[in-house]
């Protein structure tokens, strides 16, 4: 098999060849990210492998049929950049890796939160430059808040754990709750009472722009909201709006609404000109991460080992079980 691997970066590389040889596949590392421009790159290649900012629409699924691809392999657990209905209607397999490591976003999740709340990250700048006031880095108890958690599967039902872990009440929603011990309630419930707000739920046309201008102002004043999902489950606008006034009370987010110009790429010789993105990085209370809540040794091992193994599936016949399918 030799494989087409799109937007690749040094650290894909480190975890992907050694295992490639093993299999005896072929890896091809391109930097530009797979799109309908770019798709003709994967001609003569068995499967184009992409990741969550590459631009997968029924165009760039045309070129790569065209092309004779035979799989899609998203590296990755989230499809929500993959036309999946014209992949299903060209007939070609789209593939992902449904769990590599839920601890790895969940800590991450964790890691914001405690960074947001007690300002360590101003902190950090502070100090090392002689600057040992701590005006201004006053933060709350988590123990005895409560938790809101949206979605409540692998990486939810993890960050539940660990908000518990800190002796916080946990309130989830979930339209699929699992018969466990979290405490369901409404969305509307769990806006209105809640002192962070954690989203582990997919983009999906029903949670674009989940929090809105109008499910701000339901939410409790001061709250904490974290975002490790996708970036549009946020209306930045009525975020930035809630920082301002006071309405929100901090932000943690590794996933931004319009990141694909930004995130994995260094820009640090560049002019931002995404006006949100460089008001969100200029509020004291509000940490922006590069999209690498996955990023732990564990996560890329098993992201390479499952993607290796999706693509050894297609070679040997066998059913393709992390075949992602359109919502019927
Ligand atoms: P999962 O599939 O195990 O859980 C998702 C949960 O969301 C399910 O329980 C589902 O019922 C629930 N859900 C579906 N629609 C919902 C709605 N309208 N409202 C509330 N909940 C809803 O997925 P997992 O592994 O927990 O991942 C969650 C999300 O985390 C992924 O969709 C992906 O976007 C994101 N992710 C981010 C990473 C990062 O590096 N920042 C890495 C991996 C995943």
């Not at 701000?216 to 930035?240: C, H, P, Q, W, Y």
Request: proline share 4%; hydrophobic share 40%; with cysteine.
């Amino acid at each position: 098999m030799n494989i087409a691997f799109f937007d690749a970066k040094p650290y894909d590389y480190i975890w992907f060849e050694p295992l490639s040889k093993e299999y005896g596949y072929e890896i091809h590392y391109c930097d530009y990210r797979l799109c309908a421009d770019t798709a003709v790159l994967a001609r003569g290649f068995d499967v184009a492998c992409a990741f969550v900012n590459d631009k997968i629409c029924a165009e760039t699924i045309g070129v790569l049929k065209e092309c004779g691809v035979r799989m899609l392999a998203m590296r990755c657990a989230g499809y929500n950049n993959v036309d999946v209905a014209a992949a299903a209607k060209a007939g070609l397999p789209v593939v992902r890796v449904p769990s590599y490591s839920p601890s790895a976003v969940a800590e991450h999740t964790a890691a914001l939160l405690l960074s947001v709340n007690r300002k360590t990250h101003r902190a950090y700048y502070r100090i090392r430059d002689n600057n040992f006031s701590i005006n201004g880095l006053m933060g709350f108890d988590l123990a005895g808040k409560t938790a809101g958690i949206i979605g409540t599967g692998q990486i939810g039902s993890l960050f539940a754990g660990i908000a518990s872990g800190f002796g916080m009440r946990v309130l989830a929603y979930d339209p699929f709750p699992k018969e466990d011990q979290l405490e369901y309630v409404s969305l509307d419930r769990l806006f209105a009472a809640s002192d962070i707000i954690s989203l582990h739920c997919p983009l999906t046309p029903d949670t674009y722009h989940m929090i809105s201008k109008s499910r701000v102002k339901e939410m409790k004043k001061g709250v904490v909201i974290l975002n490790t999902s996708r970036g549009a489950l946020i209306d930045t606008e009525a975020l930035l709006e809630g920082l301002i006034d006071g309405q929100i009370g901090g932000a943690g987010l590794d996933v931004y609404e319009e990141e694909s110009d930004y995130f994995f790429e260094d820009r640090s010789g560049e002019i931002i000109r995404d006006e949100e993105l460089s008001r969100l990085l200029t509020l004291p209370n509000v940490l922006v991460t590069s999209h690498q809540a996955f990023f732990t040794r564990e996560a890329m091992q098993a992201i390479a080992m499952v993607t290796l193994e999706n693509i050894c599936a297609l070679e040997q016949g066998r059913p393709l079980e992390n075949t992602v399918l359109p919502r019927s």
